[in-house]
């Protein structure tokens, strides 16, 4: 078993660093109420915050339901899984059960489109408590962020991360000297998994690690990336690390490329920023020589131009640079987004006036955007779109986003109204099914599409 695993905290009292942090999880814990506001956990990776949310179930004896981004959470399945799970009772008989929605910021792209909608609605309707775990806390929905209350994880301090190293030397019979111990905790730069799979590395084969058997490439492939980019922007890194380096990254050499491109472009001075443009297009048409020929050979002299050449064009220009994802994924994720509610959009308005999409496309969406435009309200009730289909509709995001809020606060009114009602009512039995009844037959669909198509046949 890898020692990541091995030593992954079982219970809260095993987790180190981030006390606060993991207190604040306890005390929502031991206090959850069905009014309670699901938590987001948030903080850079291998801090603990996956160990912590299953450390608290053990601890509280819950049952836990896990779900993350590999799961495809498209709505059908987040409402399979966690749907049912967060208003059902657990079958093992446990307490309660914790669902766990891990890489939240992580919704994007055609298979998460309406799962940010599914996880809203499991929020509000959920009578089991919530986790959603998250690198970034603004990579969240806003529409979900608003919803939790969120905790922040911090990077583990080396002198915190020390004596955990020790411990695991200790249990595993292996002698490490106390410089070997202080390069890891210090490289690892507050991620405990890192730390533990640099040590893992350095250890295999041997009962004795000195601070010269210590690999510190065992890094986290995830955050090697940015590690990457910033040694070969610093100009001061050797070359045959950086080509080490870039041949732990994950990403592929063409992607390794695009990262690169998103950071020179940073460059103040236009003839670093041309250099480095230039190294990396030279890079870019080897590796397409590379594929074209299947001439393999080539790819070596594709990651050396790229990464030589551009750190080359960066020596001593003291540029901090900001390291993000290339500005063109976003733009091909946004445009990828758009066209997924385009599709819903046309499927709701296909199903509701029983027309072929494309002919909704290609005749009704213009009439529909205009009387959408004069009568949003009705719009978003009869066909129940979101606020990003009817911003698609009336071409005015902020104004699309007030009128679903509006129409929210006016659903809780009403439901207020409602219960208040029943409350005042006298209890009679048949009265008390009429009225659950009615409740039913307003929600059928073929209700819903009565009413979409009264919406636009009405005008
Ligand atoms: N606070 C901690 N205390 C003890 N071990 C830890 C801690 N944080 C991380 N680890 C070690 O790192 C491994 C990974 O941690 P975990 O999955 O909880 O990190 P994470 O913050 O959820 O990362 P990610 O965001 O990548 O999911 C654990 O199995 C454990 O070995």
Not at 21 to 35: F, N, P, R, Y
Not at 352 to 358: F, M, N, Q, S, T
Not at 383 to 409: G, M, V
Request: aromatic share 6%.
């Amino acid at each position: 078993m890898d020692w990541v695993e091995k030593y992954r905290p079982k219970t809260l009292a095993d987790v180190i660093g981030n006390q606060s942090a993991v207190h604040e999880l306890l005390e929502w814990g031991k206090g959850w109420t069905i009014q309670k506001k699901p938590l987001l956990l948030y903080g850079k990776p291998g801090i603990g915050k996956t160990s912590a949310a299953y450390a608290l179930a053990r601890d509280l004896g819950w049952e836990i339901i896990e779900l993350n981004a590999s799961d495809q959470r498209t709505k059908g399945v987040i409402e399979r899984i966690a749907g049912s799970s967060s208003t059902t009772a657990s079958l093992s008989g446990a307490l309660r059960r914790l669902i766990l929605l891990d890489e939240a910021d992580n919704l994007e792209g055609n298979a998460d489109r309406g799962g940010a909608k599914a996880i809203v609605d499991i929020i509000k309707k959920s009578r089991q408590p919530i986790l959603l775990i998250a690198n970034d806390a603004y990579g969240v929905a806003p529409e979900i962020r608003r919803l939790c209350d969120q905790v922040q994880f911090r990077a583990v301090p080396a002198r915190t991360l020390a004596p955990h190293l020790k411990f695991i030397c200790a249990t595993e019979g292996l002698d490490c000297d106390a410089d070997a111990i202080r390069i890891i905790a210090e490289e690892a730069q507050g991620d405990i998994r890192s730390a533990v799979n640099m040590l893992f590395g350095s250890a295999v084969g041997k009962d004795r690690i000195s601070h010269s058997d210590i690999r510190v490439h065992q890094k986290d492939s995830r955050s090697s990336i940015f590690d990457m980019v910033a040694k070969t922007l610093s100009g001061s890194t050797d070359d045959n690390s950086l080509i080490m380096l870039s041949r732990e990254v994950d990403d592929t050499p063409d992607a390794q490329i695009q990262w690169l491109e998103s950071a020179v472009i940073q460059h103040r001075e236009v003839w670093r920023r041309t250099l480095s443009l230039c190294y990396l297009s030279r890079a870019d048409s080897y590796l397409g020589r590379t594929f074209s020929r299947q001439y393999y050979t080539l790819w070596r002299y594709a990651s050396a131009i790229m990464l030589i050449g551009t750190s080359a064009a960066s020596a001593g220009s003291g540029l901090r640079v900001k390291i993000s994802p290339p500005d063109r994924w976003k733009r091909m994720g946004l445009a990828r987004r758009q066209k997924t509610i385009r599709l819903s959009l046309l499927n709701r308005c296909s199903q509701a006036y029983h027309v072929p999409e494309k002919t909704v496309s290609d005749e009704y969406l213009t009439p529909i955007a205009l009387l959408a435009d004069a009568s949003p309200d009705r719009f978003v009730r009869a066909l129940n779109l979101d606020a990003d289909q009817l911003a698609l509709l009336i071409h005015d995001k902020a104004r699309a986003s007030a009128i679903l809020k509006e129409i929210e606060k006016q659903d809780k009114e009403e439901e207020k109204r409602k219960a208040a009602q029943k409350v005042a009512m006298p209890k009679l039995p048949e009265e008390e099914m009429d009225t659950s009844h009615r409740d039913t037959v307003e929600k059928t669909p073929e209700k819903k599409k009565t009413e979409a198509q009264s919406t636009l046949f009405s005008f």
